[in-house]
């Protein structure tokens, strides 16, 4: 099971992203562990990537708390 922070849910807001759009950058995108701890996916697009960052609570679950978008490097 997947939880949505209210961060994650207003940064999908104001990039257009639905629940099932990140959940598949989630399960498909590229995985790595991120800098601050916890994990990136990313899934890249033509001219842009988007990135979920997630981490694991205390109870087990898995907890999406951020999303972005950029230009792709």
Sequence with gaps: MVIFTNNALRKMASLGLSEGSVLNI???GD?????IG???SI???P???IGVYYNQGNDGKW???SVW???RR
């Design 63 to 65: 907890r999406i708390i």
């Design 38 to 40: 916890g994990y990136n």
């Design 47 to 49: 001219g842009y990537e």
């Design 43 to 45: 899934m890249k697009f």
């Design 69 to 71: 978008k950029r230009g």
């Design 31 to 35: 995985k790595e562990k991120s800098n």
């Design 26 to 28: 989630y399960n498909k």
